[in-house]
């Protein structure tokens, strides 16, 4: 049974920075692709980032030039490094991760991202 286990979110100022981790557990390679996305209140869960295996990233419009995702293949994890932090980026932060051939995904439980003064 594969976890992913999100840490690193709380409450910061804007123009903060915060830093997400996810690990996954147990005795697993992750083949695939791994992410970040975030649900907002009253909002569908979309993409802020991801990362292929090979260091491959994709990032949303909005958090160009602000967050920067990275991985450690070795260790299973993936980072989320948020930097000038807005008000709307306030959202609960999904960790995802992928197997490439038998495409399994998993998800992580969430953890609460809160920009405010």
């Known amino acids: 049974q594969v976890q992913l286990v999100e840490s690193g979110g709380g409450l910061v100022q804007p123009g903060g920075s915060l830093s997400l981790s996810c690990a996954a557990s147990g005795s697993i390679v992750i083949t695939g692709d791994m992410g970040w996305y975030s649900q907002a209140p009253g909002k569908q869960r979309e993409l802020v980032a991801t990362i292929t295996r090979g260091s491959a990233t994709t990032y949303a419009d909005s958090v160009k030039g602000r967050f920067t995702i990275s991985r450690d293949n070795a260790k299973n994890i993936v980072y989320l490094q948020m930097n000038s932090l807005k008000p709307e980026d306030t959202a609960v932060y999904y960790c995802?991760?992928?197997?490439?051939?038998?495409?399994?995904?998993?998800w992580g439980q969430g953890t609460q991202v809160t920009v405010s003064s």
């Open positions: 995802k991760a992928e197997q490439r051939w038998t495409h399994a995904i998993y």
